[in-house]
């Protein structure tokens, strides 16, 4: 059943909307020093070749800001700057050409320099997200819990925007607990009308944090709540962004390659993980529907996979290429890769000259 998403109101950042009826988006934020531009630029490539479709980045310090203009310049992907305590640096960022700040507008200082942020958003035709986290709830909001803390702070600088009369705004209240990260975005998505953020912040590691976040976030996006996501963990940003890709095609929220590879037993005649992690990574940027399969045997081979697209499979003859259950040869170990590889390319081909 396809799912429903809650409407939102549609905010421009650069080229990719957020909200109303566009796709969700993946997000995620370089590591590198920002004043590097060199290797914040070789980044920020990096990231949109692996899927990314906005990436935050951290303005710090006066030096930081002044390198956005050279990344705004060389990339294509909507860059977000992401602001705390000093708003003289938010300005300079929207002056910089960003698409998007990010900034907790309890840490910014008095409402007056929120104010100029927001009148310097307006002039440059920038979009602000409202980025709220359980952990720097200032301290009127701490009393009654979290949960009721991040709500009220959402609600009250939500009502300070509007009054302002700015509404290209997306907001986000995260928590660390999957719990409370489900229960403030069920409660913000039945109030307001603008597009929400998605995620468990401080999630953890690639391991623990994936499954933290697929947890929260595959509960949340299932009920139609979430128009852009992050996967917050402490690995490599490429692995945020395909971690945030596979959720939403688990969920049938984004087109894309399916990998099937059973699990690894005694009866296995090939490392199904060695290479089932190799096809994994060589899927990430493909966009059409597919399915792949890697399979350690004859037992889960072209038999219970059948109605993979093309696939791998153990035997004691060798490894076998198959295409909808069909074997089409037997190759080595050294050459299963490629050759699996080469099929699929060929698939791909095919499948986007039908497509126009």
């Given amino acids: ?113 929120v104010r100029d942020i927001i009148t310097a958003a307006r002039d440059h035709g920038v979009a602000i997200r409202i980025g709220l986290n359980a952990a ?35 907001v986000s209240a995260k928590a660390s607990s999957v719990t409370e990260t489900i229960e403030v975005y069920r409660a913000l998505a039945s109030e307001l009308s603008y597009p929400l953020h998605v995620g468990v912040t401080e999630a953890g590691t690639a391991f623990s944090g994936s499954i933290k976040s697929a947890v929260a976030l595959g509960v949340l996006l299932e009920e139609g709540i979430g128009d852009t996501i992050r996967v917050s963990l402490s690995a490599d940003p490429r692995l945020e962004v395909r971690a945030g890709i596979e959720i939403l095609k688990s969920l049938g ?17 090939i490392d199904v993980i060695s290479l089932a992690e190799a096809v994994e990574s060589k899927l990430a940027a493909i966009r059409i529907p597919l399915t792949v399969a890697v399979m350690g045997c004859a037992v889960n081979g072209p038999g219970e996979a059948r109605e993979a697209d093309v696939g791998l499979a153990g035997s004691a003859r060798g490894i076998l290429l198959f295409k909808k259950g069909v074997i089409v040869r037997t190759v080595s170990p050294e050459e299963a890769l490629d050759a699996l590889l080469a099929e699929i390319e060929t698939i791909v081909r095919e499948k986007e000259s039908q497509a126009e």
């Fill in 136 to 170: 720097s709830l200032p301290r009127e909001y701490r009393a009654e819990g979290r949960t009721k803390g991040l709500l009220d702070a959402a609600r009250a600088w939500v009502a300070f925007f509007e009054d302002l009369e700015f509404f290209d705004i997306v």
């Fill in 253 to 269: 929220l984004l087109e894309g390659p399916e990998l099937v590879s059973c699990p690894t037993c005694a009866r296995a005649e």
């Fill in 1 to 113: 059943m396809k799912i429903q998403r809650v409407p939102t109101r549609a905010v421009k950042v650069g080229g990719v909307t957020i909200g109303g009826s566009a796709p969700i988006s993946v997000q995620t934020m370089t590591n590198t020093p920002t004043e590097d531009v060199e290797a914040t630029r070789a980044q920020l490539k990096e990231l949109e070749q692996a899927g990314a479709e906005l990436v935050r980045v951290s303005v710090p310090t006066e030096a930081a800001a002044l390198a956005l203009p050279a990344l705004v310049a060389s990339v294509s992907i909507p860059i977000v700057a992401d602001i705390h305590f000093n708003w003289k640096l938010a300005i300079a960022s929207i002056e910089a050409g960003v698409a998007k700040i990010r900034i907790n507008p309890g840490t910014i200082g008095p409402k007056h320099a």
